[in-house]
């Protein structure tokens, strides 16, 4: 039986396999390799190899004996990689994307550690510092002048004899003496008629010597403070790791969240033009095509997409958790739902776009003012989709937000093989001219009316608002 050739083909399988068996640093240099070559390309798949690589890093992470040592470690080599994995390839942003997410996370857990050191260290510092018990108040009896008191005044006689006896023993009152504004408190040392103790927040907080009621004793320390309970909190790199487990989930679940906001945006006897055959638009579509007939219009997007759109296939495709699908896979599946699909070559797009009730779009990356960037000849359907007064709506998870402004957008373009535009057989006419086939372009938001997300429908305005809860400011530029 011959081996299987698909296995052995650098892409996304064969790396997801060699995670298992490769050291951290030659998965490192693969990928690396694997984003230089473009051999791993799209959104989807170089934000699922980053996240598993991520996984790995931190898993194989060594031990600290301080958690807060340990997460400036892990934050420091998630840095390290992810400057690494950016600098391979800058034009896919969702790799820096997830690092960004995940560094995120282990700020999250540095921060809730350090909430809680700050919380045992207040406990433990008030009332501690001169090593010394906290003063029994005397119980009082039936034959104490103080008993006839009303209870106001008896707390207020039980705090000055507190402040008396910790005046006589050297303790710096100013410290446990309360402000009068504050009610008085019963002492949780005072019983009356065998009823059980009262301990207030406040007692516990001033003096973590004082024994709860309703919970055994810490042990004394040498010193004679209590010692802490142990708060039982698990391992950081634990926590990190659930974490970008729920980020994979995310990846893999984006398509399907998306595609359920389809029957709020698609209505019945529409006219739907799209670009691109990406797997983001084909599920929303289905998923409006199961309660609701409408037309297609598909455009080829000449010349990168060309081969694949006249090429007979099956429809069975590898596509390798992959955005972009091949023309015909595209359309063999919506027609099967029912849809009537109709293949359009670019130069009709504004002269069919009158008839178009919605532009319905995927990106391969969105920019924090609501730019994207996209397949090249996606600008071109949104303008006129602008001048016929048409509403353009982009399809995208969030994964794909990035906080990078667009300062110079030519920056994020990216061109491909000129030979799909001008073969080289023309070899006397090529020397002659500057061919450029670009594979990216850059689109502004003036072009689009909305976005659709995991979360939700949101205008490009809007975008800011998910930025700033998805990243942390210190983690914009890696």
Same mark, same amino acid.
């Given at each position: 039986m011959a081996p299987d050739s698909g296995s052995r083909t650098p892409g996304l399988t064969s790396f997801l396999r060699s995670l298992s068996s490769e050291p951290d640093e030659t998965c490192i240099e693969q990928f690396i390799a694997l984003l230089r070559r473009r051999q791993i390309r799209h959104s989807r798949p170089c934000a699922v190899a980053t996240a598993y690589l991520l996984r790995r890093v931190v898993a194989q992470a060594k031990a600290e004996p301080g958690k807060l040592v340990e997460a400036a470690r892990l934050l420091q080599r998630v840095q390290e990689v992810g400057r690494r994995l950016v600098a391979a390839q800058p034009r896919e942003l969702v790799v820096g994307n997830v690092v960004r997410r995940v560094l995120g996370l282990i700020r999250e857990e540095q921060d809730n550690e350090r909430g809680e050191g700050d919380i045992s260290g207040l406990s433990s510092e008030?009332?501690?510092?001169?090593?010394?018990?906290?003063?029994?108040?005397?119980?009082?009896?039936?034959?104490?002048?103080?008993?006839?008191?009303?209870?106001?005044?008896?707390?207020?006689?039980?705090?000055?004899?507190?402040?008396?006896?910790? &005046? $006589?023993?050297?303790?710096?009152? !100013?410290?446990?003496?309360?402000? =009068? *504004?504050?009610?008085?408190?019963?002492?949780? +040392?005072?019983?009356?008629?065998?009823?059980?103790?009262?301990?207030?927040?406040?007692?516990?907080?001033?003096?973590?010597?004082?024994?709860?009621?309703?919970?055994?004793?810490?042990?004394?320390?040498?010193?004679?403070?209590?010692?802490?309970?142990?708060?039982?909190?698990?391992?950081?790199?634990?926590?990190?790791?659930?974490?970008?487990?729920?980020?994979?989930?995310?990846?893999?679940?984006?398509?399907?969240?998306?595609?359920?906001?389809?029957?709020?945006?698609?209505?019945?006897?529409?006219?739907?033009?799209?670009? &691109? $055959?990406?797997?983001?638009?084909? !599920?929303?579509?289905?998923?409006? =095509? *199961?309660?609701?007939?409408?037309?297609?219009? +598909?455009?080829?997007?000449?010349?990168?997409?060309?081969?694949?759109?006249?090429?007979?296939?099956?429809?069975?495709?590898?596509?390798?958790?992959?955005?972009?699908?091949?023309?015909?896979?595209?359309?063999?599946?919506?027609?099967?739902?029912?849809?009537?699909?109709?293949?359009?070559?670019?130069?009709?797009?504004?002269?069919?776009?009158?008839?178009?009730?919605?532009?319905?779009?995927?990106?391969?990356?969105?920019?924090?003012?609501?730019?994207?960037?996209?397949?090249?000849g996606t600008k071109l359907v949104a303008k006129a989709a602008k001048a016929h007064h048409v509403p353009v709506v982009v399809l995208s998870g969030t994964y794909k937000l990035s906080p990078k402004y667009p300062y110079d957008p030519d920056m994020y373009i990216e061109y491909g093989d000129v030979s799909k535009v001008f073969p080289y057989q023309d070899g006397e006419l090529v020397e002659s001219v500057q061919v450029e086939n670009p594979i990216l372009e850059f689109v502004g938001p003036e072009c689009v009316d909305m976005y659709v997300t995991n979360l939700g429908g949101h205008a490009p305005s809007y975008l800011y608002r998910i930025v700033r809860d998805q990243y942390r400011d210190e983690d914009v530029d890696i």
């Open positions: 008030v009332g501690i510092e001169s090593g010394l018990q906290t003063p029994q108040i005397p119980s009082l009896g039936k034959g104490d002048p103080l008993s006839s008191l009303n209870g106001t005044t008896r707390a207020t006689a039980d705090m000055q004899a507190l402040h008396t006896s910790q &005046s $006589s023993a050297g303790v710096d009152t !100013r410290r446990t003496t309360q402000p =009068a *504004s504050r009610p008085s408190l019963q002492p949780s +040392h005072t019983t009356f008629a065998g009823a059980p103790p009262v301990t207030s927040m406040f007692s516990l907080l001033s003096h973590p010597t004082m024994s709860s009621p309703r919970s055994s004793p810490a042990p004394a320390s040498p010193s004679g403070t209590a010692t802490p309970h142990p708060t039982g909190s698990n391992d950081i790199r634990q926590e990190v790791i659930e974490g970008i487990g729920e980020i994979i989930d995310e990846l893999e679940q984006s398509d399907e969240q998306i595609a359920s906001y389809a029957l709020e945006h698609i209505h019945a006897n529409e006219v739907i033009l799209t670009y &691109s $055959s990406s797997t983001t638009v084909q !599920r929303f579509l289905l998923k409006a =095509a *199961s309660k609701r007939k409408f037309t297609v219009i +598909h455009a080829e997007s000449y010349p990168n997409n060309q081969r694949k759109v006249h090429a007979l296939v099956t429809g069975n495709t590898n596509s390798d958790h992959s955005d972009a699908l091949t023309t015909e896979a595209f359309h063999k599946t919506l027609t099967s739902a029912g849809i009537t699909v109709i293949l359009i070559p670019d130069s009709a797009i504004f002269a069919l776009m009158s008839r178009v009730n919605k532009v319905i779009l995927s990106t391969h990356a969105i920019l924090s003012n609501g730019a994207l960037v996209a397949t090249s």
